[in-house]
């Protein structure tokens, strides 16, 4: 089964300074990976995805991933933090094989960006 | 184009009682996921519909039921609801079974005493 994992259930950073969000997944085979970003009481917005190609990944809100298979990761960066990116962020991985496409999510990381 | 909207936002219960959930899907998507986010963790996928038929199910007692309708609104049904069923209920909506975006709906928040 494919899975993700999470480290750091907290990260807290500077305004201004780098993001750096961790995530390594399991999978026997290509995976299509995930990330979403959820603000206080509301639902998940997808930040960017990976399917195939170009491992450099870039999302909304100047996130960009880069998915690196040696490694088995898919962290989520940011140049330099805003206090609006203060949220909870869920890496995800999306089943393949089968006949459904459910998404497994890791246990999420709470990033705090400090004035 | 509207996106996924859900119904209620919040919602208490007693342990024992029945719930049910309404999701309405992206305009032109037919296929719906359910997932429970219990505080402090990550959404666990519980169901998904397809053209009105199950289409795969995560580890949920059958007491978790669902419907989708003809025009791909979902519900979500609850019954002998449990002190650990409180959570954040998430409805995700794809423009077809292969679409690689699942697009989230604000969810319902499930109280249950």
């Known amino acids: 089964a494919q899975s993700v994992t999470q480290l750091g259930s907290h990260v807290s950073v500077s305004e201004g300074a780098l993001v750096l969000l961790r995530c390594n997944y399991s999978s026997s085979v290509p995976p299509y990976l995930f990330w979403y970003v959820q603000y206080p009481n509301q639902g998940l917005q997808l930040l960017l995805k990976y399917t195939t190609g170009a491992t450099l990944v870039k999302g909304i809100n100047g996130f960009e991933a880069e998915f690196k298979k040696s490694e088995t990761s898919f962290h989520l960066t940011k140049p330099s933090a805003h206090m609006s990116d203060a949220a909870e962020y869920f890496c995800?991985?999306?089943?393949?094989?089968?006949?459904?496409?459910?998404?497994?999510f890791g246990k999420g990381t709470l990033l705090t960006v400090n004035p | 184009e509207t996106g996924v909207t859900q119904s209620p936002t919040h919602l208490i219960k007693t342990r024992g009682q029945q719930v049910t959930l309404r999701c309405s899907s992206q305009?032109?998507?037919?296929?719906v996921s359910w997932y429970q986010q219990a505080l402090g963790q990550g959404p666990q996928f519980i169901f998904q519909?397809?053209?009105?038929?199950?289409?795969g199910r995560g580890n949920f007692p059958p007491r978790f039921s669902g419907l989708q309708f003809p025009n791909y609104s979902s519900e979500l049904n609850v019954n002998a609801l449990e002190l650990d069923d409180s959570a954040l209920y998430l409805c995700a909506s794809s423009p077809k079974l292969a679409g690689d975006i699942q697009y989230f709906g604000a969810g319902t928040r499930l109280s249950v005493l």
């Open positions: 995800a991985v999306r089943n393949s094989g089968g006949s459904n496409y459910k998404l497994t």
């Open positions: 305009s032109g998507h037919n296929t």
């Open positions: 519909y397809y053209r009105e038929e199950e289409n």
